[in-house]
């Protein structure tokens, strides 16, 4: 159980487009779902927060504009990269709390990732 | 703010062997966990162990074990009879469990890339 997959794995795209990356969890309910960023063998840093029904919380110095992330249901977070250009290019990571009583924020399951390059 | 601090960027062993990987944190809460993240080559991110603050008693899973000093800020992984299975990166992080803006919120270390050798 606890399973939390992203789609795409993988995505190319062009300068200037815009890229969606689902993430959902597939047997539990997620009230919060977190977006982070990794650079190659580098740390992941959070860029935002994302509770279902409400706006997503941002870090300080993620572009809101550009990152644009939906929590429309206990399922199902998207993340958008809008006018993409190559310093997007990113390893984008999603992780899930589920709603299960007893269970709090500390429990956490992580995608498998997303590898976004913008040519 | 809160800072975690992995101090050794690439660490290896023998298969068989024990390693220590080191970690230590700074933070003005109390109410807070720790944790260990393996990363293998696939990227997937893997909970390895976790440690409550306020437990005194460090935790254990299986082969994985922690030192928790919380006076000294430091919480260190290690790893006993290393299997080459253990080869990855491996994040230690913090999240503050009490209210506020960074409740639920991972902070993570900079990693330690670990090689298991045959």
């Known amino acids: 159980g606890a399973v939390v997959s992203q789609h795409p794995s993988r995505v190319i795209c062009k300068s200037g487009t815009s890229v969606k990356i689902e993430c959902r969890s597939l047997?539990?309910?997620?009230?919060?779902m977190f977006w982070y960023r990794q650079f190659p063998k580098q740390s992941l840093m959070l860029m935002a927060t994302?509770?279902?029904?409400?706006?997503?919380?941002?870090e300080q110095g993620v572009e809101k504009d550009k990152f644009l992330i939906n929590h429309a249901s206990l399922t199902l977070s998207t993340l958008t990269v809008t006018s993409a250009h190559p310093e997007d290019s990113s390893f984008y990571i999603c992780?899930?709390?589920?709603?299960?009583?007893?269970?709090?924020?500390?429990?956490?399951?992580f995608g498998p990732g997303t590898r976004l390059l913008v040519l | 703010a809160q800072t975690v601090t992995q101090s050794q960027p690439e660490m290896s062993v023998q298969e068989a062997e024990t390693v220590t990987l080191s970690c230590t944190y700074d933070?003005?809460?109390?109410?807070?966990?720790l944790f260990w993240y393996k990363q293998p080559p696939s990227r997937q991110m893997i909970l390895v162990i976790r440690q409550e603050a306020y437990k005194q008693q460090n935790a254990t899973e299986n082969r994985f074990s922690v030192n928790f000093q919380k006076a000294a800020k430091s919480f260190s992984l290690k790893i006993s009879d290393s299997q080459l299975g253990d080869t990855a990166m491996y994040f230690c992080a913090f999240m503050i469990t009490a209210g506020g803006t960074s409740y639920g919120k991972l902070t993570f270390g900079q990693g330690t890339i670990l090689t298991v050798h045959p």
């Open positions: 933070t003005s809460e109390s109410n807070y966990y």
């Open positions: 047997d539990f309910q997620a009230t919060t």
């Open positions: 992780s899930a709390s589920p709603v299960t009583s007893g269970r709090g924020v500390e429990t956490q399951y």
């Open positions: 994302s509770n279902e029904g409400s706006k997503a919380t941002y």
